[in-house]
C-alpha cells in the first residue's frame, strides 16, 4: 500500500486489521505527527515498512513484534529523539533500518544483535554524541 508523498497530517490504520496479506506499507513524505502501528499486529506477513519523511516525534514499535518477516524498516527523516529498538529483536529477517535524519542523542543498539540478516544500518544526521557498536558484531552481514 502506498500512501507516499501526500498531505496526511493523521492516519488510521485500524482497517489494515483486516489485511493480513498486507506486504509492503508506504507512510514517507507525509505530515504525520503520530502513528499507532497497534492495527499491524494483525499484518504478519508485512515485510517493509517506510515512515521516513514526516514529522513523527514518537513511534512505538512494539506492534512489530508480530511482524517476524519485517525486512526494511524506514523511521529516517523525522523528528525522533529517542526509539527503543526492542520490540525489532523477534525481526530475526530485518535487512535494512533507516533512522538517519532524526534528533536521536542516543540510541541502544542491543536489540540488533538478534537480526543476523542486518546488512544496512543508517544513523546520519542525528545529534548522538557517542554510539556503543558492540552489538553489531553479532551482525555478520553488516
Do not use: A, H, I, S
Not at 529516517?76 to 533500518?97: H, Y
Not at 553489531?136 to 552481514?141: A, I, Q, T, V, Y
Request: net charge negative.
Amino acid at each position: 500500500m502506498f500512501l507516499w508523498e501526500n498531505q496526511l497530517q493523521t492516519v488510521d490504520l485500524t482497517p489494515l486489521e483486516k489485511c493480513p496479506e498486507l506486504t509492503e506499507l508506504y507512510l514517507g513524505g507525509n505530515q504525520l505527527q503520530t502513528v499507532d502501528l497497534t492495527p499491524l499486529e494483525k499484518c504478519p506477513e508485512l515485510t517493509e515498512l517506510y515512515l521516513w519523511d514526516n514529522q513523527l516525534q514518537t513511534v512505538d514499535l512494539t506492534p512489530l513484534e508480530k511482524c517476524l518477516k519485517l525486512r526494511c524498516l524506514g523511521l529516517g527523516d523525522n523528528q525522533l529523539q529517542t526509539v527503543d529498538l526492542t520490540p525489532l529483536e523477534k525481526c530475526l529477517k530485518l535487512r535494512w533500518l533507516y533512522l538517519g535524519g532524526n534528533q536521536l542523542q542516543t540510541v541502544d543498539l542491543t536489540p540488533l544483535e538478534k537480526c543476523p540478516e542486518l546488512r544496512w544500518l543508517y544513523l546520519w544526521d542525528n545529534q548522538l554524541q557517542t554510539v556503543d557498536l558492540t552489538p553489531l558484531e553479532k551482525c555478520p552481514k553488516l
